[in-house]
C-alpha cells in the first residue's frame, strides 16, 4: 500500500539507495508469505524503488501502520537522486521476522 494511503502528507520522490543493499522477500507476513524487505549486501548490489516523503507529524502514523519496533526495524540508507543532484538521508524499515525461501505476497505479482 502506498505511503500515501497511510500518510496523507506523503509525497512521492524518485530516487535510488545507494549500493550495499538488496531487495528480497524474506520478511514474514501474517499469511507467511514473504513480504518485501531490503537487506545488506556487496557493494556491486543495488535497489531501484521510490522513496515517500512523509511530514514528520504523519511518521508515528506510518511506523504504527508498518510495525516499527515488532515486525519492522529501522535504519537509514544514503540515497542518491537519479537525476544527479547529489544524495541525501532516507529512512527504510528492515525486516525483524525473516525467513528464507518464501513466496512473495501476491499484491507484488499484481503490481507489475
Not at 522477500?25 to 524487505?37: A, M
Not at 540515497?79 to 525467513?99: H, M, P, R, W
Request: hydrophobic share 35%; glycine share 10%.
Amino acid at each position: 500500500m502506498p505511503a500515501l494511503s497511510r500518510a496523507d502528507s506523503s509525497a512521492l520522490c524518485h530516487h535510488r539507495p545507494s549500493t550495499g543493499v538488496s531487495l528480497g522477500f524474506h520478511q514474514q507476513g501474517g499469511d507467511s508469505s514473504g513480504q518485501c524487505d531490503i537487506v545488506p549486501a556487496s557493494d556491486q548490489s543495488a535497489v531501484y524503488g521510490v522513496i515517500w516523503e512523509v511530514a514528520s507529524h504523519h511518521k508515528l502514523t506510518l511506523d504504527r501502520y508498518e510495525g516499527l519496533n515488532a515486525a519492522y526495524g529501522e535504519t537509514w540508507l544514503t540515497v542518491i537522486d537519479l537525476a544527479g543532484e547529489g544524495q541525501f538521508e532516507a529512512q527504510a524499515y528492515v525486516g525483524k521476522i525473516t525467513s528464507m525461501g518464501m513466496r512473495p505476497y501476491t499484491r507484488y505479482k499484481a503490481m507489475c
